[in-house]
T-cell receptor, first 110, second 113 residues
């Protein structure tokens, strides 16, 4: 069974800092990896999707990388803002559905 | 935003009563999923559908059933709700399995007393 781990579980940074969220998975036989954002009481918003053949994807201030062989992905957030405060979830697709990590709760302080 | 509507958004019910949650999509995506989200467990797959009348079990399917009679609707039924089924339920859709991107609804918060 695919196990997905996210470190750290919680992170607090001052506004303007660049930061990295980590995701690791146990089985490298994946189709893709997806990063989501979840605000309190809300659904999941897709941020980036990386196919297994890709090394990274970028959207605005976000950059996600994938190293399939080592079972790792990182989400880089540049110049963090208070509006980036949310829980970030990593999910791995190894077949018919996604396996999720438990998320990193990010707080960006003004 | 993907056109996914979940109903009801909030429900309080009593142990032993049947409950049905509905997911409606306007994207004509083939694949639909039901997940539950619980503190300490993250999101876990309950059931999924790969077409009309085609469904299969996920990781935590016990106590749940699903039906999909039309492409746009995917129903999740708790035949006899228990307190352990108190959770937030999310519907998701995808155009394709494997390479497809998943899009989620806003969730349905169910409390079983």
């Amino acid at each position: 069974k695919q196990e997905v781990t996210q470190i750290p579980a919680a992170l607090s940074v001052p506004e303007g800092e660049n930061l990295v969220l980590n995701c690791s998975f146990t089985d490298s036989a994946i189709y893709n990896l997806q990063w989501f954002r979840q605000d309190p009481g809300k659904g999941l918003t897709s941020l980036l999707l990386i196919q297994s053949s890709q090394r990274e994807q970028t959207s605005g201030r976000l950059n996600a990388s994938l190293d399939k062989s080592s079972g790792r992905s990182t989400l880089y957030i540049a110049a963090s803002q208070p509006g980036d405060s949310a829980t970030y979830l990593c999910a791995v697709n190894s077949g018919y559905a996604l396996n999720f990590g438990k998320g990193t709760s990010l707080l960006v302080t003004p | 935003d993907a056109g996914i509507t979940q109903s009801p958004r909030h429900k309080v019910t009593e142990t032993g009563t049947p409950v049905t949650l509905r997911c409606h999509q306007t994207e004509n995506h083939r694949y639909m999923y039901w997940y539950r989200q619980d503190p300490g467990h993250g999101l876990r797959l309950i059931h999924y559908s790969y077409g009309v009348k085609d469904t299969d079990k996920g990781e935590v399917s016990d106590g749940y059933s699903v039906s999909r009679s039309k492409t746009e609707d995917f129903l999740l039924t708790l035949e006899s709700a228990t307190s352990s089924q108190t959770s937030v339920y999310f519907c998701a859709i995808s155009e394709s399995t494997g390479s497809g991107e998943l899009f989620f609804g806003e969730g349905s918060r169910l409390t079983v007393l």
